[in-house]
C-alpha cells in the first residue's frame, strides 16, 4: 500500500460545480496537510495548508482532514474553468518531507 | 521576490552525455529540494538540503545522479551518463526556517534524453 493514495482522474465537471477532491493516506503520524494546483507544464504551487485535523476556507476552496479516517478533501465552490488543473495533496510528520499523491487532472467545463 | 529559479527549462540531450540542472531558491530559504516528476510514478523527492548539508538523498535512483549546493543561493542536479529512463520534469523547491513542508516550486526542466 503506498503512503499516499489519490485518484487520478481525470475529472470532469461543469462550470459552477461543487468539486471534491480527496486523498487517503496510511501513516497515522503526518500532521501537516497540503494541496497544490499545477497548471499544466508549470511548476506546482501551495493552495492550502492545514495543520492537524479540521476544516479550513480560503474564498472557494475549502480543505477537510480527518485523521480518524486518514482522509483528506479539498472542495471547491463555483467552479471556474482557470480552476482546470491537477491538484496534488502532499503530507508531513513535520520538520520531514513532503509525501505527495499522484495528483487529481480536473477539467472545468464552460 | 523572482522565486525559484530554474535553468535550463529545456533540455534534449543524447544517452550517455552528461546532464547538469540548476537552481536558484528563494532569498532566505534554506530547505532546497529536488523532485522528479513523470506520469508513471508523480513527483518523487530525489534529495534535498538543509543549510546547504544533504539531509536524504534516499531518493536519488543511483550513482548516476549527483546533487550539490555549493552556497544558500545555487544548486546543482547532475546525471552523468545520462539515460532515456531519466526522461522526466526535474523540478527545484525551497521552503524556509522551520517550514520544510511549505514548498515553493521552479518552473521545472523538461529533460529528454534519447
Known amino acids: 500500500q503506498k503512503e499516499v493514495e489519490q485518484d487520478p482522474g481525470p475529472l470532469s465537471v461543469p462550470e459552477g460545480a461543487i468539486v471534491s477532491l480527496n486523498c487517503t493516506y496510511s501513516?497515522?503520524?503526518?500532521?501537516?496537510f497540503m494541496w497544490y494546483r499545477q497548471y499544466s507544464r508549470k511548476g506546482p504551487e501551495l493552495l492550502m495548508y492545514?495543520?492537524?485535523?479540521g476544516n479550513k476556507e480560503d474564498g472557494r476552496f475549502t480543505a477537510q482532514v480527518d485523521k480518524s479516517s486518514k482522509y483528506i478533501s479539498l472542495f471547491i465552490r463555483d467552479s471556474q474553468p482557470s480552476d482546470s488543473a491537477t491538484y496534488l495533496c502532499?503530507?508531513?510528520?513535520?520538520?520531514?518531507?513532503?509525501?505527495f499523491g499522484k495528483g487529481t487532472r480536473l477539467s472545468v467545463i464552460a | 521576490d523572482a522565486g525559484v529559479i530554474q535553468s535550463p527549462r529545456h533540455e534534449v540531450t543524447e544517452m550517455g552525455q552528461e546532464v547538469t540542472l540548476r537552481c536558484k531558491p528563494i532569498?532566505?530559504?534554506?530547505?532546497l529540494f529536488w523532485y522528479r516528476q513523470t506520469m508513471m510514478r508523480g513527483l518523487e523527492l530525489l534529495i534535498y538540503?538543509?543549510?546547504?548539508?544533504?539531509?536524504?538523498d534516499s531518493g536519488m535512483p543511483e550513482d548516476r545522479f549527483s546533487a550539490k549546493m555549493p552556497n544558500a543561493s545555487f544548486s546543482t542536479l547532475k546525471i552523468q551518463p545520462s539515460e532515456p529512463r531519466d526522461s522526466a520534469v526535474y523540478f527545484c523547491?525551497?521552503?524556509?526556517?522551520?517550514?520544510?513542508?511549505?514548498?515553493?516550486f521552479g518552473p521545472g526542466t523538461r529533460l529528454l534524453v534519447l
Open positions: 523547491a525551497s521552503s524556509g526556517t522551520g517550514r520544510p513542508e511549505t514548498q515553493y
Open positions: 501513516n497515522s503520524a503526518f500532521q501537516y
Open positions: 492545514t495543520y492537524s485535523s
Open positions: 502532499a503530507m508531513s510528520e513535520g520538520n520531514t518531507p513532503l509525501v
Open positions: 532569498s532566505g530559504h534554506d530547505y
Open positions: 538540503f538543509n543549510n546547504n548539508v544533504p539531509i536524504d
